[in-house]
């Protein structure tokens, strides 16, 4: 079942964050940055064909799972957030899925960055008040701390992603994230802490994004206050 997008959706999600005692991290090893948590309309059966390379990207080799294809199709519908897939040429985490977001520049608020990355990731501008909120930090493997910022988009908007960061921007709808396949966990011999995964599509979303998207879903949609900054990265994006 999609989840409207309306009036209703907004004051639940704000009403959530405003109850939430966030945690977060000071670390001054790590780099600051913001992602964009943008909540957009959306229809269903708009993403029936996913604009991606997948075949050139896979190169022939096996997925971990029969059903994975590594495409982002049929998640559209109802309330949704925008996903990005970074763009093939990128230094760091190639063609991984990803939300608006980057490293804070100087004097920058997370809030000023989430708005300005949006912009120049997907040429959408939003102003301040469109924020509901903020998630609680996520330090990754990679030397950041990410502070989510939920951002109320106000209707479809019309993503204009930038080539040099990002192949495409999907709306996928908030109803995904409860999926009954999700949340996923699993064990690594290099950590002691579970490894989450977020089904959607026909691809598999891991931390730090996929941990962000877990505490929408729980904070956001279902009010739990659980932290999900335990929670472990595959290896591959350590570095």
């Not at 907004?10 to 966030?22: D, M, T, V, W």
């Not at 799972?65 to 763009?87: I, P, Q, T, W, Y």
Request: charged share 25%; net charge negative.
């Amino acid at each position: 079942m999609t989840i409207s997008y309306d009036e209703a959706l907004r004051r639940r999600i704000q009403a959530n964050l405003a109850s939430h005692e966030r945690y977060t991290v000071t670390d001054p090893t790590k780099r600051h940055a913001a992602v964009a948590v943008v909540l957009v309309d959306s229809a269903v059966g708009e993403d029936r064909v996913d604009p991606a390379p997948v075949d050139d990207w896979i190169g022939g080799r096996p997925m971990p799972e029969a059903n994975l294809d590594g495409r982002m199709v049929d998640v559209s519908g109802g309330a949704a957030f925008l996903l990005c897939r970074r763009a093939i040429r990128m230094n760091s985490h190639a063609a991984q899925w990803a939300l608006p977001g980057g490293r804070l520049d100087p004097g920058e608020t997370t809030v000023d960055a989430a708005l300005r990355e949006l912009h120049e990731e997907v040429g959408i501008d939003l102003p301040g008040s469109a924020v509901l909120g903020q998630l609680d930090d996520y330090p990754t493997r990679s030397g950041y701390v990410i502070t989510p910022v939920v951002i109320w988009g106000g209707g479809r908007l019309d993503p204009r992603p930038s080539p040099a960061e990002v192949v495409a921007a999907y709306r996928v709808g908030l109803h995904q994230l409860q999926r009954e396949d999700s949340p996923r966990y699993v064990t690594i011999p290099e950590s002691p802490k579970p490894v989450v995964q977020i089904p959607l599509g026909n691809d598999l979303i891991h931390a730090p994004t996929g941990a962000v998207l877990l505490q929408l879903r729980w904070l956001c949609l279902e009010g739990r206050h659980d932290r999900v900054d335990e929670l472990e990265q595959p290896v591959f994006a350590w570095k």
